[in-house]
Every structure is written in C-alpha cells, then in structure tokens.
C-alpha cells in the first residue's frame, strides 16, 4: 500500500494540461459496414514528456516513437481485443494509449496513469 497520496499534485494547475481526449468506438453504418468514430472532449490531465525516445522495430524497418505519460483524474482505455484505445491530443500530435498502469490507483484516487505512444502517420 502506498504511503503518500499525489492526487493534490495532480490537480495542482501548475502541472497540468487542457488536452484533447478522443474516444474511439465502432458503428455500423446503413449499409452494414463498420465505421470507426471518434468523439473528442477537452480533460485537464498531467502530461509528462518523455525525454527519450523509443526505437521500435517492425518488419518493414525500425522507426523512433515518442512516448508520453498522461495521468488523468477518470479512466483510459488501451487497446483490447474488440476496442479501440482512447487518443490524447497534446502540443498538436495525436498519441494513443498503450498500457494502463493499474498500480497507481494507491497514489491518487480516481486517478490513471497511462503510457501513451506517437500515434503513426498514414500516408
């Protein structure tokens, strides 16, 4: 069990943000096919920017991954079989979150850590 609380740290409005977080799900249109939708909301969370970055290594090549961590007074969904992660907008790039930390609810009440990674630029 934890032996500090950080909750006041996290609400403190010297360390957050106003982000934008995009909730993902997965309509069926009228013709029967399924649509991706994405409904944005504005939240205050604390963003912390990682100073390093990620070297992922995929088939096609390697390529770097920015990486952030959000903490935020509410839930986040990473992705799952069936679902879709949650998106967070923060300084204009679009990161998509990867791993919920389900140990940090003894440091904050109501609050989540998430670990968040550049979303990938389609072209």
């Keep these: 069990m934890a032996l500090i609380d950080v909750s006041d740290l996290l609400r403190d409005p010297d360390f957050t943000n106003v982000v934008t977080l995009i909730r993902r799900a997965v ?52 992705e799952r079989p069936g679902g879709y992660a949650d998106i967070i907008v923060w300084q204009g790039k679009r990161f998509q979150v990867k791993e919920v930390a389900e140990d940090f609810l003894n440091y904050g009440a109501g609050f989540t850590k998430a670990l968040c990674v550049l979303e990938a630029v389609s072209v």
């Design 27 to 78: 309509a069926v249109n009228g013709h029967g096919e399924n649509v991706m939708t994405e409904t944005p909301c504005y939240i205050t969370a604390v963003v912390q920017g990682d100073n390093t970055e990620t070297l992922d290594k995929l088939p096609e090549g390697a390529r770097l991954s920015d990486v952030i961590t959000v903490f935020y007074r509410g839930t986040l969904t990473a």
